[in-house]
Structure formats: structure tokens, C-alpha cells
């Protein structure tokens, strides 16, 4: 956002004039910021990493108050005589985080807890407890299943599936591949270690995912874009040893239509 690119500039800027002292940006983020922030990731079918909220500290920037209710620091600012600006776009109910605070917010207030506020900030505390708990049991779950760049299937595959999920966006986040990873990217890629060898699956953009044999592997060709896969990955069957779960696109317009005589 420009907001951002703004503070980010000052930052560079002072970082340029004394390259040795570090420069870190505190925001004003407070507890109500925090609860609209778990609500919207709760909305959009967020995980646990996007339940815990905004982070204290998170690489240059600061939250000092992202605990502390709007109302106490409204009170401090009047009682200090302090002024400040706020944004006009904070009003434009066309922006969906807007709605959860004028409008969603409230409602849960009035309508099933009047701390609903409170509630949200100090869940998403909690989950950020659960959430580096799960962080370290993933990494010791990662060394035991990295081959060299890859996976080891057999290994992955004893995990826990919470566990399988979280090793796999580990795993391609150090392969510089995060942003814009979905749910639907991951399983894909676990889909993978219940398929035949030679199975490979296309994450968006030059990011290829391969099963061979017991290893999964990535490939990353800014030369030639991959055709992204939609859907499900086929498998075998064994018992039956058929492939099942194929995905064939289709005009609908060649579709014959059915009449129910």
C-alpha cells in the first residue's frame, strides 16, 4: 500500500545515512485492529498461522500497542492533548475490512458478546502459542523427511496430517515459494505421495512439483511457464488397479441436453 512504501522509504532512508545502526518502524495497531484482522482471515478460510493475527514483532516492523483496547488510547491522546489524522478510506464500506468494523463488529458486540474485541485479540495470543509449538515440532519433522532438496514420501507420510501440511509449505517456503500458496497448492502435493511415480503437479507459474519413487522434488524453470493443475491428482487404486479422479475439460456447449421423458 502506499501507506506502507511511505514508512518504508523513511526507513531506507535513515538506514542509508547510518547503514550500521538498525532502524525498525513502530505502528499504531491496536486491539481492535487485531480482532478485525482475525476475523477477516477467519472469513476468507484462514489456518492457524492466519488465526493468530498480526504479529508484535515482525522484521522491521513494531506493534506496541497491539494489545491495548481504541477506547485507552483514545483517553490518552485527549488527556495529553495529542492529535492525529484519520484516514478517510477508513469510512468506504466497499473495502471489506471497513464492514467488519463498522458493521460486523458491532453487531457481534450487540448481539452475542459485548467483549467480542477482547475475546478475538486474546485468542489470537493463544493460537500464536499453539502456532510456535506446531512450528517446532514441523521443523524436526522436516529433517527427518528432507532428501537433498526433496521429500522422502515414506517419511512424509508418517506424519500427522497437520504436520504433513505444514512440512510441505515449509519445505517449498525455503525453496522461495510462499507467496500466494494455498490450501489447494499443498494438497495437491500431498495428493502426490498417494500416487504412482512420475506423477507431477504445476503450482503456479514456473513451480513444479514431481513424485519419483519415493522422493518428491521441485523444478523451477523461468523459461517456459507449466500449465498450473487444476484439481484433483490421479492416483492408483490398487485393489482394482485403475486410475481414478481424472479431470477431462469439456466444452459444454457439445454437452447433448437431456430431457426427462
Known amino acids: 500500500s502506499l501507506r506502507y512504501q511511505a514508512i518504508n522509504k523513511v526507513q531506507s532512508d535513515r538506514l542509508a545515512e547510518d547503514p550500521d545502526r538498525p532502524v ?3 505502528l ?15 472469513l476468507r478460510g484462514s489456518g492457524l498461522t492466519g488465526l493468530t493475527g498480526m504479529k508484535e514483532v515482525s522484521d522491521i516492523y513494531l506493534r506496541p500497542m497491539l494489545k ?3 477506547e485507552e488510547l483514545d483517553a490518552f491522546a485527549a488527556e495529553k492533548g495529542l492529535t492525529y489524522v484519520t484516514d478517510e478510506t477508513n469510512f468506504d464500506t466497499a473495502m471489506t475490512r471497513n464492514r467488519v468494523r463498522l458493521d460486523l463488529i458491532p453487531y457481534l458486540e450487540k448481539e452475542f458478546n459485548p467483549s467480542i474485541v477482547q475475546t478475538l485479540s486474546d485468542t489470537a495470543f493463544r493460537l500464536k502459542e499453539d502456532e510456535e509449538a506446531l512450528d517446532k515440532m514441523t521443523e524436526e519433522a522436516y529433517q527427518v523427511c528432507k532428501a537433498g532438496d526433496g521429500l ?5 507420510n508418517e506424519q500427522p496430517e497437520a504436520i504433513r ?16 500458496l494455498t490450501s489447494a497448492h499443498v494438497k495437491m502435493v500431498l495428493d502426490l505421495c498417494e500416487s504412482q511415480s512420475g506423477r507431477k503437479v504445476c503450482l503456479k ?6 513424485r519419483a519413487y519415493d522422493i518428491l522434488s521441485f523444478t523451477f524453470d523461468n523459461g517456459s511457464k507449466c500449465s498450473e493443475t487444476k484439481g484433483p491428482v490421479p492416483y492408483q ?16 456447449a457439445s454437452v447433448p441436453a437431456f430431457s426427462s421423458e
Not at 501440511?165 to 500466494?180: E, F, H, M, P, T
Open 237 to 252: 487404486i490398487e485393489e482394482i488397479d485403475m486410475n481414478a479422479f481424472r479431470r477431462q475439460n469439456i466444452d459444454p
Open 205 to 210: 507459474g514456473f513451480l513444479t512439483v514431481e
Open 165 to 180: 501440511r505444514r512440512v510441505v509449505r515449509l519445505w517449498l517456503s525455503r525453496a522461495g515459494y510462499l507467496k500466494d
Open 24 to 26: 525498525y518502524i513502530a
Open 152 to 156: 522422502r514420501v515414506s517419511r512424509l
Open 68 to 70: 491495548a483496547p481504541s
Open 28 to 42: 499504531g495497531h491496536h486491539q481492535k485492529d487485531q480482532a478485525e484482522t482475525v476475523l477477516l482471515h477467519l
